[in-house]
């Protein structure tokens, strides 16, 4: 029974969102377990590197998947689900912050870019002495990073976190920010100036107190 299950499952996998949509809408709630599969971990990523806080990140996890359910009749099935997906969810996730009245977004890790023969900024600080790698092993590299992601502007944080974080193309960030999609990549490679200026002062201060 349970191989059968298993079976169902990866056949349904291979299905398109708009096919899982529709057997959900016939009655079908399978396809939508099978969406929920599909998105759950990129949207708690970026959920709990948003809050930075795990419970939280489940709850909010929740919330989105029970909006979409309930949405999906008026959603159509012409369109991609996953932009709308980390709409609802960054617009979770604002709520959640503002309820605490602050915002605060924690990475515990930010991946390196390197699609579309794309540098990382983190590749491009300039070389200085010491090694960033040495400087890292007295300070917390880390929580640098956290600190220029934060003093970021919101229209370049909210750019970089969608694409290092979930790993969305320019196309589907600009459809979730609601702006053109050249206007994403505009604002990420400006991100990336700007973070490359920050990590580099900051590693000097840290390098020389």
């Known amino acids: 029974m349970q191989t059968q299950k298993s079976a169902v499952f990866i056949d349904m996998a291979a299905l398109s969102d708009a096919c899982l949509a529709q057997q959900t809408l016939a009655g079908d709630q399978r396809a939508f377990e099978v969406m929920v599969r599909r998105y759950s971990t990129p949207l708690f990523n970026f959920i709990c590197h948003v809050l930075g806080d795990y419970d939280q990140a489940c709850d909010v996890l929740q919330q989105v998947f029970t909006r979409f359910f309930t949405s999906l ?99 589907e960030i600009g459809h979730t920010l609601n702006m053109p999609e050249a206007t994403a990549k505009t604002y990420f490679h400006r991100a990336k100036v700007l973070l490359r200026n920050l990590l580099s002062d900051q590693m000097q201060m840290a390098y020389a107190s």
Not at 77 to 83: I, N, S, V
Not at 127 to 144: G, I, K, N, Y
């Open 73 to 171: 009749p008026k959603l159509g099935t012409g369109e991609p689900f996953k932009p709308w997906l980390f709409q609802v969810a960054r617009n979770c996730c604002i709520d959640e912050l503002r309820r605490r009245r602050r915002y605060a977004i924690q990475f515990s890790q930010l991946e390196l870019e390197n699609d579309e023969n794309d540098i990382s900024f983190l590749n491009e600080i300039p070389d200085t002495s010491p090694l960033p790698e040495e400087l890292a092993e007295r300070h917390d590299l880390q929580q640098v990073l956290r600190q220029a992601i934060d003093s970021l502007p919101p229209k370049f944080r909210d750019v970089v976190m969608l694409r290092y974080t979930s790993q969305l193309s320019f196309a």
